[in-house]
């Protein structure tokens, strides 16, 4: 599958630096962000520093050590924020998923107890 990235979208520009974020945990491939608009006490959004418009292309073609560095962010800030009891990792994709930044973004999701997935 084609996978084309936009270096417009939102995401791109907070890693350029071009728009604030409230960064929680950074490494040398990954940015975890609060998310603006919070569904829950905990929601903070990781992302990956390279090019990559989805899961499934981030699966497909990022390389190993920043496919690593990613599931290291995720794992910080799961370890930094109250998770304890339980959280939600979702990425929403493509249209059908109803993915509205078109950068690979992980939303971990928690804090409290939350409803099921697909009411
Ligand atoms: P998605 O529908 O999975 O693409 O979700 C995009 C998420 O990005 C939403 O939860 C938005 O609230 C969040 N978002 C959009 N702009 C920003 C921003 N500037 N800083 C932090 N989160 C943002």
């Known amino acids: 599958m084609q996978f084309d990235y936009d270096d417009q979208n939102i995401f791109a520009k907070i890693l350029r630096g071009e728009i604030p974020n409230s960064t929680v945990f950074e490494n040398e491939h990954a940015l975890a962000f609060k998310d603006i608009a919070p569904q829950a006490p905990v929601h903070v959004l990781v992302i990956p520093k390279g090019a990559y418009v989805s ?3 981030f699966a497909a073609n990022a390389r190993a050590d920043e496919q690593a560095g990613f599931f290291a962010a995720v794992a910080a800030v799961c370890e930094m924020s ?4 339980g959280f939600r990792a979702v990425a929403n994709t493509r249209t059908h998923g109803v993915q509205d930044v078109p950068h690979f ?15």
């Not at 973004?105 to 009411?119: A, E, K, S, T």
């Open 55 to 57: 899961i499934d292309d």
């Open 82 to 85: 109250d998770v304890a009891q």
């Open 105 to 119: 973004h992980m939303h971990i999701i928690g804090g409290n107890q939350l409803g099921r997935m697909l009411p």
